[in-house]
């Protein structure tokens, strides 16, 4: 059998560049809840609220899986 050179990214860099992106998604929504609840404007604050929740779910998921990883 002959070996491939594996020249994609490992398992490691991809869950690295998801938790980056989850980051950056819970700082964008928590950055709208908190203008949503300053505001005083309900129909900004409660989604951002649940895209917050999705995003640190999201981001505790990977960030378990990296810690399998190790």
């Known amino acids: ?10 398992e ?6 998801r938790i980056k992106n989850l980051v950056i998604g819970s700082a964008i929504s928590a950055a709208a809840l908190l ?11 409660i989604p951002a609220l649940l895209i917050l929740a999705g995003s640190l779910s999201g981001l505790l998921s990977h960030l378990l899986q990296l810690r399998r990883l190790k």
């Open 1 to 10: 059998m002959s070996k491939q050179k594996n020249t994609g990214p490992s």
């Open 35 to 45: 203008l949503g609840i300053l505001v005083r404007i309900d129909f900004i604050a």
């Open 12 to 17: 490691r860099e991809l869950l690295l560049s």
